[in-house]
Nanobody, 121 residues
């Protein structure tokens, strides 16, 4: 069993900041990718940022320069620092991880329940 749990989120005015955190727990052998997606009302879920176990972070064009993703492999956590928030950032944010569970036999894609971020103008 693998659990993905997000914390953070909430409501903020445009220009403000929020910090999202996610912890992955359970029977994990190796975490390959950790990241964040979001889904706004009436829109498809989209990638916000992700960070592989080795390599460079990936950001969507809409958040580059404003959001920063980081991970702590010792704690199996990933954090998304969101600055200069805009009303267009309003969405449910989902933590996502691609990992190999210790029970095997193959890599799987796991999601958190989501946390609401609301930015008012």
């Amino acid at each position: 069993q693998v659990q993905v749990e997000e914390t953070g989120g909430g409501s903020v005015q445009a220009g403000g900041s929020l910090r999202l955190s996610c912890v992955v727990s359970g029977r994990i052998f190796r975490i390959n990718v950790m990241g964040w997606h979001r889904q706004a009302p009436g829109k498809q879920r989209e990638l916000v940022a992700e960070i592989p176990s080795s390599g460079t972070e990936i950001y969507s064009d809409s958040v580059k320069g404003r959001f920063t993703i980081s991970r702590d492999d010792a704690k199996n956590t990933v954090t998304l620092q969101m600055n200069s928030l805009e009303p267009e950032d309003t969405a449910v944010y989902y933590c996502n991880t691609v990992l190999l569970p210790s029970t095997g036999p193959r890599v799987g894609n796991y999601w958190g329940q989501g946390t609401q971020v609301t930015v008012s103008s």
